[in-house]
Protein backbone atom coordinates (compact mmCIF):
# COMPACT_ATOMS: atom_id res chain seq x y z
CA UNK A 1 0.00 0.00 0.00
CA UNK A 2 1.47 3.37 -1.17
CA UNK A 3 1.63 5.79 2.04
CA UNK A 4 2.78 9.58 1.88
CA UNK A 5 3.11 11.42 4.62
CA UNK A 6 4.29 15.57 4.99
CA UNK A 7 5.62 16.98 8.02
CA UNK A 8 7.42 20.07 8.95
CA UNK A 9 4.87 22.83 8.53
CA UNK A 10 3.84 25.23 10.67
CA UNK A 11 3.30 29.39 11.33
CA UNK A 12 7.01 31.62 9.91
CA UNK A 13 7.42 34.62 9.43
CA UNK A 14 7.73 36.03 6.20
CA UNK A 15 11.40 36.27 5.48
CA UNK A 16 11.81 33.03 7.45
CA UNK A 17 12.62 28.87 6.30
CA UNK A 18 10.54 25.86 7.05
CA UNK A 19 11.50 22.41 5.72
CA UNK A 20 9.10 20.12 4.55
CA UNK A 21 9.48 16.12 4.64
CA UNK A 22 7.28 13.68 2.43
CA UNK A 23 8.21 9.98 3.92
CA UNK A 24 6.96 7.29 1.44
CA UNK A 25 6.50 3.32 1.08
CA UNK A 26 4.91 0.98 -0.58
CA UNK A 27 6.81 1.24 -3.78
CA UNK A 28 10.21 1.18 -5.04
CA UNK A 29 11.34 5.02 -4.25
CA UNK A 30 14.04 5.30 -6.70
CA UNK A 31 11.32 3.86 -9.49
CA UNK A 32 9.23 7.39 -9.60
CA UNK A 33 9.19 10.61 -9.66
CA UNK A 34 7.64 12.48 -6.31
CA UNK A 35 5.73 15.84 -6.25
CA UNK A 36 4.66 18.62 -4.11
CA UNK A 37 1.85 20.30 -4.21
CA UNK A 38 -0.13 23.45 -2.48
CA UNK A 39 -3.51 24.53 -2.43
CA UNK A 40 -4.40 27.96 -0.74
CA UNK A 41 -7.94 28.69 0.62
CA UNK A 42 -9.88 29.19 -2.21
CA UNK A 43 -7.74 28.34 -4.91
CA UNK A 44 -6.92 25.36 -7.04
CA UNK A 45 -3.87 23.22 -6.31
CA UNK A 46 -1.03 24.11 -7.76
CA UNK A 47 2.02 22.19 -8.78
CA UNK A 48 5.04 23.90 -7.46
CA UNK A 49 7.70 21.13 -7.63
CA UNK A 50 8.99 17.35 -8.15
CA UNK A 51 12.39 15.15 -8.39
CA UNK A 52 12.97 12.17 -10.29
CA UNK A 53 14.31 9.68 -7.74
CA UNK A 54 16.22 8.21 -10.61
CA UNK A 55 18.35 10.63 -11.59
CA UNK A 56 17.49 13.45 -9.46
CA UNK A 57 16.00 15.93 -12.05
CA UNK A 58 14.16 18.58 -10.71
CA UNK A 59 11.84 20.91 -11.52
CA UNK A 60 10.07 23.67 -9.89
CA UNK A 61 7.43 26.19 -11.02
CA UNK A 62 8.23 29.90 -11.37
CA UNK A 63 6.27 31.23 -8.35
CA UNK A 64 8.70 29.03 -5.95
CA UNK A 65 11.68 29.03 -8.07
CA UNK A 66 15.01 30.32 -6.45
CA UNK A 67 13.40 30.42 -3.07
CA UNK A 68 12.53 26.37 -2.56
CA UNK A 69 15.03 23.44 -3.08
CA UNK A 70 13.48 19.96 -3.67
CA UNK A 71 15.92 17.16 -2.53
CA UNK A 72 15.49 13.36 -1.94
CA UNK A 73 17.27 10.85 0.47
CA UNK A 74 16.84 7.23 -1.06
CA UNK A 75 17.94 5.41 2.25
CA UNK A 76 15.52 6.91 3.86
CA UNK A 77 12.89 7.00 0.94
CA UNK A 78 12.09 10.71 1.48
CA UNK A 79 11.43 13.55 -0.31
CA UNK A 80 12.79 17.37 1.36
CA UNK A 81 10.81 20.48 0.09
CA UNK A 82 13.44 23.63 1.87
CA UNK A 83 11.58 26.74 1.80
CA UNK A 84 13.17 29.80 1.89
CA UNK A 85 12.36 33.50 1.91
CA UNK A 86 8.73 32.65 2.78
CA UNK A 87 6.16 34.98 1.76
CA UNK A 88 2.83 35.66 2.96
CA UNK A 89 1.31 34.19 -0.42
CA UNK A 90 3.02 30.71 0.44
CA UNK A 91 0.44 30.46 3.19
CA UNK A 92 -0.99 26.90 1.99
CA UNK A 93 -1.63 23.04 2.76
CA UNK A 94 1.41 21.38 0.88
CA UNK A 95 0.85 17.96 -0.29
CA UNK A 96 3.54 15.45 -1.56
CA UNK A 97 1.89 13.45 -4.71
CA UNK A 98 3.02 10.19 -6.34
CA UNK A 99 0.84 9.52 -9.61
CA UNK A 100 -2.40 9.52 -8.01
CA UNK A 101 -1.58 9.21 -4.20
CA UNK A 102 -1.47 12.12 -2.00
CA UNK A 103 -0.78 12.41 1.36
CA UNK A 104 -2.60 14.12 4.14
CA UNK A 105 -1.05 17.64 3.54
CA UNK A 106 0.82 19.91 5.87
CA UNK A 107 -0.18 23.48 7.02
CA UNK A 108 1.80 25.98 6.07
CA UNK A 109 1.05 29.52 7.25
CA UNK A 110 3.53 32.42 6.07
CA UNK A 111 2.38 36.15 8.59
CA UNK A 112 3.15 39.24 7.36
Known amino acids: EVQLVESGGGLVQAGGSLRLSCAASGFIFEDYAISWFRQAPGKEREGISC????????EYADSVKGRFTISSENAKNTVYLQMNSLKPEDTAVYYCNLVTYWGQGTQVTVSS
Open 51 to 58: ISNSDGST
